[in-house]
């Protein structure tokens, strides 16, 4: 049974979330917190597994909370933000400073019953994630390659969730300006991913962003699949570019990886490197197997460097991955295999 402790400063969200998580046999709600004073309390009385944390609150902000929890009493937490361009810059600062997941409070693109079923997955996720106290980042690192030769036909595509959005910056910001062009599925609500994309764009040496309908994958750019959508790449000639779309969750999720990395078999084949990084479900496995199918290199991060070591194990389980990467060496490995 997971236990968690909700702090949020809206008794109606209170509300919400503790009547969509008592509907899930495996999680118990164990007390619910106004502001960042009363959880503290209740954090030493109860003990939680997991925290879910607003940003915006009296007395004290989240972040502010975020980075005591983190430096005396390391505890999962999973940051839940309005959707506001000022909410999800601060909801990307959060994940830097030791939050596992970022999450859309019910209202505007979700419903309250997908709330319901993502907070849930979030919450299972986040029990089983390598919690640790924060270091300081000593920013991007170089790394040694090969030669890149006749990137115009290569794609690199990589699907990532709980504890993706650090492993993501660990490989973009070692990825040099000729890189072949990246697409990505990370688990992340709307105007998050465009968050996190700018902050990336900001500390690599490739062009990161937010893909939008018919965006070209180049070489040395990156486009990161918006929240609420899914991202496929399709190809005209000898140009690839990508269909962004809504549909149906797939594995409980927009943007899913799966329908990426199936669409990249389709479309590059061989030419293409798919990459499965930490997080919980199954998502990407079946894609993954499609890709190598279609004669694609493939990759899986490995459990010692993995928050939460289940999207790579799924996909290893299928016996699809050519290697299995720590996150450190992850960046070369793409660049070998390219």
Same mark, same amino acid.
């Given at each position: ?144 390659? #090969? ?7 290569? &794609?690199?595509?990589? /699907?990532?969730?709980?504890? !993706?959005?650090?492993? @993501? $910056? ?95 078999? #389709? ?7 798919? &990459?499965?990084?930490? /997080?919980?479900?199954?998502? !990407?496995?079946?894609? @993954? $197997? ?49």
């Amino acid at each position: 049974m997971v236990k968690v402790l909700i702090v949020d400063d809206s008794a109606i969200v209170r509300k919400i979330f503790t009547e969509q998580l008592s509907q899930a046999k495996d999680i118990q709600v164990v007390g619910a917190a106004p502001d960042p004073y009363v959880a503290r309390d209740m954090i030493v009385k109860l003990s939680p597994d997991v925290i879910t944390l607003d940003i915006e609150m009296p007395r004290m902000d989240g972040i502010t909370f975020l980075k005591k929890i983190m430096a005396h009493r390391p505890l999962p937490v999973i940051i839940v933000s309005s959707l506001t361009p000022k909410g999800s810059a601060m909801a990307m600062e959060a994940l830097e400073s030791g939050a596992v997941e970022v999450l859309a409070k019910p209202g505007g693109s979700f419903t309250v019953g997908e709330m319901g079923a993502q907070l849930a997955d979030k919450i299972r996720a986040a029990s089983r994630a390598r919690v640790m106290k924060r270091v300081a980042s000593g920013g991007a690192m170089a790394t040694s390659r #090969k030669a890149i030769t006749e990137t115009t036909n290569k &794609v690199i595509a990589i /699907g990532s969730s709980t504890g !993706g959005t650090e492993a @993501l $910056k660990e490989i973009l910001t070692r990825l040099p300006p000729d890189t072949p062009g990246i697409v990505i599925a990370q688990h992340m609500p709307p105007n998050f991913t465009k968050s996190f994309a700018d902050r990336m764009n900001d500390i690599c040496r490739i062009n990161v962003r937010e893909g939008q309908a018919n965006d070209s994958v180049l070489p040395g750019t990156c486009l990161i699949a918006p929240g609420n959508f899914h991202m496929l790449l399709r190809r005209s000639g000898a140009r690839y570019y990508i269909e962004v779309k809504s549909g149906p969750m797939v594995h409980h999720q927009r943007p899913a990886v799966d329908p990426l990395f199936k669409s990249v078999a #389709k479309y590059a084949g061989a030419n293409a490197v798919g &990459v499965v990084l930490t /997080g919980m479900g199954s998502d !990407g496995a079946d894609g @993954l $197997k499609v890709m190598k199918e279609a004669g694609a290199k493939t990759l899986a991060q490995d459990e010692a460097s993995s928050v939460v070591f289940g999207m790579p194990k799924e996909a290893i389980k299928t016996g699809c991955v050519d290697k299995v990467v720590s996150l450190r060496n992850m960046p070369q490995a793409i660049l070998d295999f390219v």
